[in-house]
C-alpha cells in the first residue's frame, strides 16, 4: 500500500469490496489488498514461503538460493544475476511488510 501515492487510488482502496469478504477474519483485508497489488513475480516468490510451517525462520540468502533452484529467478530481463534479482525482489517484499525480520537479526519470518 505504501506504493499508493494518489488521493483516488487510496479512495478506490477505501471502496474496494475486499473489506466486506466473508473470510476477512482469515486474512487481514489491508493484506489481501497488498498482496493483489504485487506484480506476478513477486506474489509467486511470495506464495513459495507457504510451504514453510508458520513463525518459521529463514535466511535471506539461502531463501534466494531456494528462489533460483525452483527457477523463478532465471528468466531476467534487465540483465542481471539471477542472485542480484532475487536480493531486490527480497528487499521489495520486505519493504512491504510481507517479511519480517526476527529478533536475532539475522533471519526473517514470512507472513504467508
Not at 539471477?82 to 519480517?100: A, I, N, V
Request: proline share 4%.
Amino acid at each position: 500500500m505504501r506504493t499508493k501515492t494518489e488521493g483516488e487510488e487510496w479512495n478506490d482502496v477505501l471502496k474496494s469490496e475486499i473489506w466486506n469478504l466473508e473470510n476477512a477474519d482469515e486474512i487481514v483485508p489491508a493484506l489481501r489488498l497488498s498482496y493483489h497489488d504485487l506484480s506476478a513475480d513477486l506474489k509467486r516468490l511470495f506464495a513459495y514461503c507457504s510451504l514453510f510451517p508458520k513463525d518459521f525462520l529463514f535466511d535471506k540468502e539461502e531463501l534466494i538460493l531456494l528462489w533460483i533452484a525452483e527457477g523463478y529467478l532465471n528468466e531476467s530481463t534487465a540483465n542481471k544475476s539471477p542472485e542480484r534479482l532475487g536480493h531486490e525482489y527480497f528487499e521489495k517484499l520486505l519493504s512491504r511488510s510481507f517479511f519480517q525480520p526476527a529478533p536475532n537479526g539475522e533471519s526473517f519470518f514470512c507472513d504467508a
